[in-house]
């Protein structure tokens, strides 16, 4: 019987469905076992071969866990909001809904095909409206909270309304604007609603500030940071410019250290949490006040290093600083205004990363020095960031790099605070080992002590303390989108007020246009029924706004962070109703065994949704405050691009053998018009390339025209990607999970060959032999005795399979099985016993065939929860030896003797076998020298 793998996996994957296999039960007297992938956003493109690497991984060890007796939740659904399907609706007016559902229905025809063993009863898309309204719930009960930071930790908003009433707020500590008064309750009694609220605003845990932000003209909305590559957005390619608006914020800063001393508790890769450690910042030292010369003002600046404040001879503010445009005087407000202009139009990140141009502008102000009282100039400059520390540095150029070459540039001067070292290069190496100068009560003091001295200065002048600062700042929460999460949010006198939880969700509305108005609002703008009743608790048109009952609502969508931050949760009980899951639920699952997805994700989703999680556990909602205990990143499956090289001036295409010593430009050309020998189809290319239809095309003696090839990221814009329906149709969904896990390490990224594929898919056909006896139905019941090596095969490869999964080496289990198979089959095994176990250990890499050897070998029940194989060492200890047999120390044969056997017994047994009279030809031996499990020696 042929193994036909098309007809046995849509089998099987009919049965899975049909019979909900993997339907998890909250109510479960097993031990719980929870694997998750990270959420993927449905794009028009579908899976290529390299996004189920992750998908195949998880698989397998949730497959694993069920073999072992556990009940194992491993999910999936949708990220279904955000900017592709937004942009497209954009360009054809076609509603995102529609291009989403339709992208839906592609990758979930895709994710069957391959087998996945998901519980598809708790699927979840982000743009459902029974989904997204917890994320608006969760949106309301981060607004009604505050951080206490004596209790460390968030609270419900009337607790701090409580303390307000009764005390005022001059022994309120928590995490909250720096711009408050101190009020007494007498005052707070006589705040108008509205100043309550908007001094409220300021402690709120999400609250409405001016905020800067990547702002996109050609897309219409706000962009995070990861989502811009070299200064233009990474969707579409446009420029981004920085701009103040009025945005929602999360207030993910009051976590910083909980974020920090979370690391310690989760398994998670060390490089990740690297990235999280520098992206929220650590750093203590002191905030320094600088009074402004001729104005109120002061300049607030923090410094790791107060010891230097000797050396700071000038000052610089990013352009963005609120002060800028109150000091700069009037000689250099030109100057001052094209210099943000221009620094407008570069992203943070660049801002950042470059280190060599210098640039800035003098306001023609003049701070006044703490101690020394002499003037300082006010610089602004674009390497000090206005959301990062205080938005200003007191700029120190013999300490600091980026300082010197700033100084030097505009000759600024360098005062040398560093005793015995000469302004150069060593003046910013070691710094820890100076000798502090240049002040009667820092000079000769070690660097620790220094610090310690200058912060009790400062504190003493009332202009400086000393303070833990994190770069980690505040989450922008609002994006001008059409296709995002409604705010639950309207506005009464201008101030943010909440919809209660029963009229909750509140759905997107209809609109003509997905692009901002024609006055500059965001897409929502153009909504007709777009405002809130109070008193009906519904949507309705706007034109019934009286300011009255009916209000405005919020115009801006969240991020697609949002979605994401907390669905992990509510897969536990995804189609409760009336809560985002219950007690029982969230008792039993807790968090996330296993997890993995793409490192990617380090400092935006992974990041956002340990600040949700923990906001949660405070508000005792979940029991643990990290969602994750585990992660694995799984490594990136690269493509070989095909490249064909045009000559620099004209059309004239040469093959790649060709082109030395000759000026030509790489072309990516669609790998499936290259076969495997690199030759191009030339019609092909020309039909695929309109505009090289004319081309001529130089090719090689043989008439063939190669292409170059390089490894590089599987992508749809570079021509390499594979789509793995094709590689399904040709050899089988189990071929391709075989293969992905072949190709090496989890973590580490890989190439792929389509070629290498026949590897796995020959293994597949040798496996299904094995088991021919069973399949044509000539072995009835295969109850003989197991021999010896089938056995000793058998449980080495469960000791090795099972180590490899519990390790996550999968890529050495997919040998082990090779090896397994060719000993069996050397062997002749046809006993039921071993293949069954076999095909168990099979099962999680290649579930298709292995439900399909399960049901020959007569099993009415799925495999997917067989017990798994248990190894037992006594089946791999040896009961007897080959003894090699040597005469003067050259072996002439071997002997099978049994390993209980004396020195004596060995020896009596050698010399009494026919082989050793024959080469002693009737002499008597002078020694025999036996090693018990190991050689005999006859010396002659």
Known sequence: MQYNFNEIEAKWQKYWAENQTFRAENNSDKKKFYVLDMFPYPSGAGLHVGHPLGYIASDIYARYKRHQGFNVLHPQGYDSFGLPAEQYAIQTGQHPAITTAANIKTYRRQLDQLGFSFDWSREVRTSSPEYYKWTQWIFIQIFNSWYNTDTDKAEDIDTLIAILETEGNANVNAVCDDDIAVFSAEDWTAFSEVEKQEILLKYRLTYLADTEVNWCPALGTVL????????????????????????????????????????????????????????????????????????????????????TIFGVSFMTLAPEHELVGKITTAEYKDEVEAYIEATAKRSERDRMADVKTISGAFTGAYAEHPFTKEPIPIWIGDYVLAGYGTGAVMSVPCGDQRDYDFAKHFNLPIPNIFEGIDISEEAFADKDKTIIANSDFLNGLPYKKAVKRAIFELEKLGQGKGKVNYRLRDAVFSRQRYWGEPFPVYYVDGMPQMIAKEHLPIELPEVEKYLPTETGEPPLGNADVWAWDTVANKVVANSKIDHKTVFPLELNTMPGWAGSSQYFNRYMDPNNSDEIFSKKAIDYWEDVDLYIGGSEHATGHLLYSRFWQKFMFDKGLVPKDEFAKKL?????????????????????????????????????????????????????????????????????????????????????????????????????????????????????????????????HGFLKKLWKLYAPFIDGSQDNGQEEPSKEALKTLHKTIKKVQEDIENFSFNTSVSTFMIAVNELSAQKCANKEVLEALIILVSPYAPHIAEELWSKLGHTESIATAPFPKFEEKYLKESSKEYPISFNGKMKFTMELSLDLSKDEIEAAVMANEKTQQQLQGREPKKVIVVPGKIVNIVG
């Open 224 to 307: 995070a940071n990861d989502e811009i590559v070299n200064g233009v957005s990474e969707r579409g390619g446009h420029p981004v410019v920085r701009k103040k608006m009025t945005q929602w914020s999360m207030r993910i800063s009051a976590y910083a250290q909980r974020l920090l001393d979370g690391l310690d508790t989760i398994d998670w890769p060390q490089p990740l949490k690297d990235s999280q450690t520098n992206w929220i910042g650590r750093s203590e030292g002191a905030s320094a006040i600088f009074n402004v010369n001729g104005h109120d003002e002061t300049i607030e600046v923090f410094t790791t290093r107060p010891d």
């Open 632 to 760: 694995i990143n799984q490594g990136m499956i690269t493509g070989t691009s095909a490249f064909v090289y045009r000559a620099e001036n004209g059309k004239t295409m040469i093959s790649k053998g060709l082109i030395a010593d000759k000026n030509v430009v790489p072309i990516h050309a669609d790998v499936s018009l290259v076969n495997a020998s690199d030759e191009l189809d030339i019609d092909g290319f020309k039909k695929w390339r309109e505009e090289y239809a004319d081309a001529e095309f130089i090719t090689e003696e043989d008439g063939t025209f190669k292409v170059g090839r390089e490894v590089e990221k599987m992508s749809k814009s570079k021509f390499n990607v594979v789509n793995p329906d094709a590689i399904c149709e040709e050899y089988g969904a189990d071929s391709l999970r075989l293969y992905e896990m072949f190709l090496g390490p989890l973590e580490q990224s890989k190439p792929w060959n389509t070629a290498g594929i026949t590897g796995t």
